[in-house]
């Protein structure tokens, strides 16, 4: 093995294999599933319950099932490092992965231009044109702000985490030329 091949490796491995331990996934995956439940049942309860924006329920009930259905095909086991598996396969799997991703993003905006665009809707009169149910909007507008907080957070590391290997490479080839 050349330097620079071992140089790399340690990264290409942790980028292979995540560092995350079985109880923190479980636990992740746990909450997500009951938040998407969450989100179902307020969607169903509520769905005539938002005359300015009747798309809310709407929004929680597809945003909540398609979590699940992620959630689901997530617990398969198929890999893409399978020896069963083919070139055909691993394409169509990287392509309908693609694509509910795609559509998630594409739903989580609309639900967030929704949901922002008619902040403080009336909770009181239910005969206005623009009354929501409390409880419905207040759940779907901290639905979608932690979820943006959650992602903020998660750049957030994923860019000091960046630097600090960039920083880190670069003292590893200083040290490696002065040798």
């Not at 091949?5 to 636990?27: D, G, M």
Request: net charge negative.
């Amino acid at each position: 093995m050349d330097r620079e091949n071992s140089f790399y490796t340690p990264l290409l491995r942790t980028i292979e294999e995540p560092p995350v331990s079985p109880v923190a996934s479980v636990c992740s995956k746990v909450l997500t599933s009951l938040l998407a439940v969450a989100s179902i049942t307020m969607g169903t309860i509520y769905l005539d319950s938002c005359t300015i924006q009747y798309l809310i329920p709407i929004h929680l009930i597809v945003f909540g099932s398609s979590t699940l259905f992620f959630m689901m095909l997530s617990l398969l086991p198929c890999s893409s490092n399978d020896e069963g598996s083919t070139s055909t396969s691993r394409r169509s799997g990287n392509a309908c992965k693609g694509l509910g991703s795609m559509f998630c993003f594409i739903w989580f905006i609309c639900g967030s231009v929704w949901i922002y665009r008619i902040y403080e809707p009336n909770y009181i009169d239910k005969l206005s044109a623009d009354y929501c149910d409390k409880t419905l909007y207040l759940f779907a507008f901290w639905l979608i702000t932690v979820v943006y907080i959650i992602l903020g957070i998660t750049l957030a590391f994923g860019a000091c985490a960046l630097i600090c290997a960039c920083i880190l490479s670069g003292s590893i080839l200083l040290t490696q030329q002065q040798t």
